[in-house]
């Protein structure tokens, strides 16, 4: 049970405590609460000592109220689902609308608002499960989740696994704000960004995919070389305009089920380099487009907008309702394994 690990963070306005776990391989470091799996904090080397590279709150009241989801596992179904409905096997399911006409992040109480339990715990890794009961925020199927946090000398790996009793959609991911010149330090404009994609899924203003792939030669969405996040990310294309900025499905080039990069990033204020490597089909670049400014974070530090960016990997947004996206549907039997990895270096000279 959960209480046998990790020390007390606080307890849920429902009455569950909730456990913090802190991993150190020596090398990076990482604190971790069992309240939406949070990754609380990840702090890696940088040029002149240690860097804390994830946004995210001090207490366990500003994770339950505050909105962003930040540094959370979501799920039944990372992003969003068009309307709250899909069809599967014949029957119409409806979800929560809980971000305009559509469903977001699993709904009212998705993944990230639920306390996981710990399963096992060590200095380099935690393992979180989650019971998912038939039915749950209108969700067909008993899913039952297993996370797998873990230090590997100069990365974090987060295994996604997954079984069900009935047919359901599954894309879990997680949620980090990442800021490579240290959470708190200001915006993310100067940091530059390389995505290892040749095309993303156009949306429409409430960000669900048109059901098309586009390539991104030509536009503001090309990021194959390194760019500064806040290059282009004020021009005049419809697309960066609907999201108030990057918010979109890139689709990671390369065979889907294959660990492959997907994207990378760094700080030169720093030098910290993150690269990402995942076996997903996409990943959502966000660039915490939503976050007001003077938003209260971690040790006092003011938050605002484009403060942080995620790269959260994924199935394609509203795959439930987009017949021609890799199939994001779990087998009743089957199992869904899901593996990204986040490794760090410093930038050279």
């Known amino acids: 049970m959960s209480q046998e690990f990790g020390v007390p963070f606080g307890v849920t306005k429902d009455g569950e405590e909730v456990r913090e776990l802190t991993l150190d391989n020596g090398v990076l470091s990482a604190r971790i609460i069992t309240f939406g799996g949070t990754l609380l904090s990840l702090t890696v080397p940088g040029k002149d000592g240690p860097v804390d590279v ?28 068009a309307k709250g409905k899909f069809t599967l096997g014949g029957r119409e399911y ?9 469903h977001l992040h699993g709904g009212n109480v998705g ?17 979180l499960t989650l019971d998912s009961p ?22 974090l790996s987060i295994h996604y696994q997954a079984v069900s009793d009935k047919d359901t959609p599954c894309n879990l991911t997680n949620h980090s704000y990442f800021n490579l010149a240290g959470q708190g330090s200001g915006n993310v404009l100067d940091q530059e960004i ?60 390369g065979q889907p089920g294959t660990m492959r990069p997907a994207a990378a990033a760094r ?5 910290v380099v993150m690269e990402v490597e995942t076996d997903s089909p996409g ?4 660039t915490a487009n939503f976050v007001e400014d003077g938003r209260k974070g971690k040790g006092g530090a003011a938050y605002g907008f484009r403060h942080g960016f995620c790269l959260e990997t994924q199935h394609f947004p509203d795959t439930p309702n987009q017949p021609d996206f890799p199939c994001a549907t779990l087998k ?11 490794r760090f270096s410093l930038m050279e000279g």
Request: one cysteine or more.
């Open 267 to 271: 700080s030169r204020a720093t030098g």
């Open 194 to 253: 390389r995505l290892c994609c040749s095309s993303y899924t156009p949306a429409d203003n409430t960000s669900i995919p048109f059901g098309t792939v586009e390539p991104v030669e030509g536009t503001p969405m090309d990021l194959r070389v390194f760019t500064p996040i806040g290059a282009h990310i004020g021009e005049c294309f419809q697309q960066l305009e609907w999201g108030r900025g990057y918010d979109h499905n890139f689709v990671v080039d």
């Open 54 to 81: 994830v946004l995210g709150y001090d207490t366990l009241a500003e994770y339950e109220t505050n909105g962003g989801f930040f540094g959370s596992l979501v799920g039944r179904y990372a992003n969003r689902i």
């Open 111 to 127: 993944y990230s608002h639920r306390v996981w339990t710990v399963e096992e715990a060590a200095a380099d890794k935690a393992v």
């Open 94 to 102: 409806v979800l929560a609308l809980n971000d305009g006409p559509n």
């Open 283 to 286: 990943v959502q670049f966000y």
């Open 134 to 155: 038939d039915g749950e925020e209108g969700y067909p199927g008993h899913l039952q989740a297993k996370v797998t946090y873990a230090l590997e000398g100069d990365s």
């Open 332 to 342: 009743a039997g089957g199992r869904y394994d899901q593996t990204t990895r986040f």
